[in-house]
T-cell receptor, first 115, second 112 residues
């Protein structure tokens, strides 16, 4: 399978715990994005990387959230001290940077439930 | 970011064409029009994009108004597998922002 892979598919945690999600992009892609989606809403941008550099973060991104892409390949998204409002689907996407024809390829997401 | 407006939902019959509209009256000259769709329990997938001319690919066609203030995604023969939420998104050519801004999209239902 050469698509975007996310792990785990589902995560249930208690409020106050830390969680970490992993994303493995398509191998030749240099850009990697994180989005969050709640029921009935479109995906909401969180942050993106070009290679290992984090180029943009949403203003809505709490300081409890941190993302890394240490070698420009896989990425991790950590949420510290989870809150019930963090319950959502966390989507990862990757792409080849292209000024006109960039297409994002999404994974199937990690569904987080905070109890 | 330029905004788009789409109907919340649409219905279609199987094997009939579907025209999904999108209004983007504040589009700028450097904005590309992108369409993505999201099937149930999956991440979004790219459908098509264009700038000024109509575009065709194996999934769909994109018809862009001459003034570029609206566009229509055309599925030539809807199948049950086309039931999804369709997102119309504007993306600035070469812009500093790397991300796509998704709205709520149009939920397409396909009846057998």
């Amino acid at each position: 399978d050469t698509g975007v892979s996310q792990d785990p598919r589902h995560k249930i945690t208690k409020r106050g715990q830390n969680v970490t999600f992993r994303c493995d992009p398509i191998s030749e892609h240099n850009r990697l994005y994180w989005y969050r989606q709640t029921l009935g809403q479109g995906p909401e941008f969180l942050t993106y990387f070009q290679n290992e550099a984090q180029l943009e973060k949403s203003r809505l991104l709490s300081n409890r959230f941190s993302a890394e892409r240490p070698k420009g390949s896989f990425s991790t998204l950590e949420i510290q001290r989870t809150e019930q409002g963090d319950s959502a689907m966390y989507l990862c996407a990757s792409s080849l940077a292209d000024r006109a024809n960039e297409k994002l390829f999404f994974g199937s997401g990690t569904q987080l439930s905070v109890l | 970011d330029a905004k788009t407006t789409q109907p919340n939902s649409m219905e279609s019959n199987e094997e009939e064409p579907v025209h999904l509209p999108c209004n983007h009256s504040t589009i700028s000259g450097t904005d590309y029009i992108h369409w993505y769709r999201q099937l149930p329990s999956q991440g979004p997938e790219y459908v098509i994009h264009g700038l000024t001319s109509n575009v065709n690919n194996r999934m769909a066609s994109l018809a862009i108004a001459e003034d570029r203030k609206s566009s229509t995604l055309i599925l030539h023969r809807a199948t049950l597998r086309d039931a999804a939420v369709y997102y119309c998104i504007l993306r600035e050519f070469g812009g500093s922002q790397g991300n796509l801004i998704f709205g709520k999209g149009t939920k397409l239902s396909v009846k057998p």
